[in-house]
């Protein structure tokens, strides 16, 4: 009885031992699913006041997008990038904001989220095509892209080669695809797997992951990008925006956000200091760099770090505002 009882035991432990192995063999599928296949939102409410729902070409793709008009004289065109797992719904505060303020808004789903056409995200390799095509169509100059996460990180590539825009907002991107896998994999996925799951996903999206590199493509952007990261990301930890600082070729800022993880930087209390950086940027006779008596002002002209790591009743005396955007 004791021997039976052994061997059950052992034929139970080498059939786990079986199925981990197994297990663990498909991890890269697993892997390269998973960065390819984000989950799709469905976009369930009404255009915004102002918005209608339109269809945009991209690269080969039909892109379902707001199309929102200032209310007043037209300064301009915001194009608005939305992150992984998200939809053009996320713009809405941005759509308020930036419509007030003279801007006509597009925000569209990026290609394999929300209603858009695309099977596979690619974080910029074909996403930043798409963003290509969508500048095409747009009637109003100048433009500024406001991108979130991934949005950040296709706006950053596409803005290399785009004459038209004029300024890049970017909040929470990442500096390279490869590092930013590494940075959110689970611990039991090696180097290795992390590898092959790369090897498979470029075969099954026709993509080169080198290639989604937003740190490489700063070194020939030209025109000002504001950096905007939670300094409690974890899931993409700020380095990667102050490596895509530090890469920039032309003006650019930086702002650290205390107390914040990751799709939390855009604070109310943030905005004004944003409003404030474009105003200077768009304007032909505004002097680089932030205003005297800003914060952070520094003395790297257009080139400043901004870190509002502290409480803003400390950085200035006034209150946190419990508004949106």
């Known amino acids: 009885m004791v021997r039976l009882q052994g061997r059950t035991a052992l034929t ?12 663990f063999s498909q991890l890269p599928a697993i892997g390269a699913g998973g960065l390819l296949h984000p989950a799709r939102r469905t976009v369930d409410v009404d255009p915004p006041a102002g918005c209608r729902n339109t269809s945009l070409a991209g690269d080969g793709v039909a892109l379902a997008a707001w199309d929102c008009r200032a209310a007043g004289v037209r300064r301009g065109t915001v194009v608005y990038l939305h992150g992984v797992a998200d939809n053009r719904t996320s713009s809405a505060g941005v759509v308020a904001r930036f419509t007030r303020l003279g801007f006509d808004v597009l925000a569209y789903d990026s290609r394999a989220h929300g209603e858009s056409e695309g099977d596979a995200c690619t974080y910029g390799f074909f996403e930043a095509r798409d963003l290509q095509r969508v500048l095409e169509a747009v009637e109003v100059d100048p433009i500024v892209l406001i991108g979130v996460s991934l949005g950040a990180a296709v706006a950053l590539q596409q803005a290399a080669g785009e004459p038209r825009v004029a300024a890049v907002i970017a909040a929470e ?23 092959r799951a790369f090897e498979l996903a470029e075969q099954q999206a026709d993509f080169v992951v080198d290639a989604v590199s937003p740190v490489l493509a700063a070194t020939r952007i030209q025109v000002p990008v504001l950096l905007v990261h939670g300094v409690l990301d974890s899931e993409t930890p700020a380095d990667h925006s102050r490596r895509v600082f530090s890469a920039l070729a032309g003006p650019k800022r930086l702002i650290l956000v205390d107390g914040v993880g990751h799709n939390g930087s855009l604070r109310a209390e943030i905005w004004p200091e944003i409003d404030e950086w474009l105003d200077a940027v768009l304007s032909p006779a505004a002097a680089p760099g932030p205003r005297p008596g800003s914060h952070g002002e520094a003395a790297m ?3 400043a770090v901004l870190d509002l790591s502290l409480p803003t009743t400390q950085r200035s005396g006034r209150r946190p505002s419990s508004r949106g955007l």
């Open 301 to 303: 002209d257009a080139r």
């Open 173 to 195: 991107s990442f500096a390279d695809l490869r590092s930013v896998a590494a940075d959110r994999a689970p611990f039991f996925f090696t180097p290795g797997v992390i590898r």
């Open 12 to 23: 139970g432990i080498a059939g786990i031992l079986l199925l981990l192995v197994l297990l």
